[in-house]
């Protein structure tokens, strides 16, 4: 049963640093893998959808890559700024159930001033 | 404006009494489905649809109804609500599959008394 696990569960950081958002899956046997934004109060937004066949996208300040094989993709954020505050979502669409989308629990980002 | 919209935001309600929460789209998208988010759970699936008259259990379907009898439309019933249906409820629609990239509702915060 694919299983996604995202580390750390929340994170603080000052404005202005580069960081690394991690998410692993146990079933390789994926078509693709998509990164969420989810708001206080507020639903997902997607951010990134990469895949299976690719190894990163970018999206302005926004670059998350993927390692099919080894089970791991990271989601990159350069030059942090406060608005970057969110909880940060992974989620896999496995290959036997292209139906279904399972999710990671997130990781809460504050960026401090 | 492309959306996902969800009635209600928020609801109290009591054990036993039936109640529907609406998800509508507007982006004539095939697939809907619904999810709940849980502390320490994360997002967890429903039901799908993947076309008007086809729905599918997802992870945690027991105690909801769903239905699609329009395209743009994907009701979550819950027929007998009790207090471990408590939750953060979101829907959301894809062009396709669950594989594609999903637009989520606002959710609908539900509390059972």
């Known amino acids: 049963k694919q299983e996604v696990t995202q580390i750390p569960a929340a994170l603080s950081v000052p404005e202005g640093e580069n960081l690394v958002l991690n998410c692993s899956f146990t079933?390789?046997?994926?078509?693709?893998l998509q990164w969420f934004r989810q708001d206080p109060g507020k639903g997902l937004t997607s951010l990134l959808l990469?895949?299976?066949?690719?190894r990163e996208q970018t999206s302005g300040r926004l670059n998350a890559s993927l390692d099919k094989s080894s089970g791991r993709s990271t989601l990159y954020i350069a030059a942090s700024q406060p608005g970057d505050s969110a909880t940060y979502l992974c989620?896999?669409?496995?290959?036997?159930?292209?139906?279904?989308?399972?999710f990671g629990s997130g990781t809460r980002l504050l960026v401090r001033p | 404006e492309a959306q996902v919209t969800q009635n209600p935001r928020y609801l109290i309600t009591v054990t036993g009494k039936k109640l529907t929460v609406t998800c509508s789209q507007n982006?004539?998208?095939?697939?809907m489905s619904w999810y709940r988010q849980d502390p320490g759970l994360g997002l967890r699936q429903i039901y799908y649809?993947?076309?008007?008259?086809?729905?599918d259990k997802g992870d945690v379907p027991e105690g909801y109804k769903v239905s699609r009898k329009e395209k743009r439309n994907f009701p979550l019933i819950l027929e007998s609500p009790s207090p471990n249906q408590t939750s953060l409820y979101f829907c959301?629609?894809?062009?396709?599959?669950?594989?594609?990239?999903?637009?989520f509702g606002p959710g609908t915060r539900l509390t059972v008394l």
């Open positions: 959301a629609s894809s062009l396709m599959t669950g594989s594609d990239t999903q637009y």
């Open positions: 079933d390789s046997a994926i078509y693709n």
């Open positions: 990469i895949q299976s066949s690719q």
């Open positions: 989620a896999v669409s496995p290959m036997d159930s292209s139906y279904k989308l399972i």
């Open positions: 982006m004539n998208h095939e697939y």
């Open positions: 649809s993947m076309n008007v008259e086809v729905t």
